[in-house]
């Protein structure tokens, strides 16, 4: 079945950098939208980032915009996350997810219910 594996989380301190990885497998990449998501403790799922099926077009949640940077490359059936000048209120457990490019990009990107595919996720604790 479709695997979506993340990697590179771990602890960093505050004004760090972390690159986080998603490695897709048995999808046919290239026709699907990704995202990032995160949950921190008690809280719900929230949008981070997402890049259309090109890598085109890309959208950020605000609280990361000018700080996070999503990539893709398709060769390699891989979607990144570069995180720099990290916060505490970034801590969260960062998940990939998938959603096919049947919609356009833009319509709904941020919504959970859209992605069909979920990573387990990657821990990112940020300390000060």
């Known amino acids: 079945q479709v695997q979506l594996v993340e990697s590179g989380g771990g602890l960093v301190q505050v004004g760090g950098s972390l690159r986080l990885s998603c490695a897709a497998s048995r999808l046919s990449f290239s026709s699907y939208h990704m995202g990032w998501f995160r949950q921190a403790p008690g809280k719900e799922r929230e949008f981070v980032a997402g890049?259309?099926?090109?890598?085109?077009?890309?959208d950020y949640a605000n609280s990361v915009k000018g700080r996070f940077t999503i990539s893709r490359d398709n060769a390699k059936n891989t979607v990144y996350l570069q995180m720099n000048s990290l916060k505490t209120e970034d801590t969260a457990v960062y998940y990939c997810a998938a959603r096919p490019n049947t919609r356009g990009f833009a319509v709904q990107v941020s919504t959970t219910t859209r992605y069909d595919y979920w990573g387990q996720g990657t821990q990112v604790t940020v300390s000060s």
């Open positions: 890049i259309s099926w090109s890598g085109g077009t890309t």
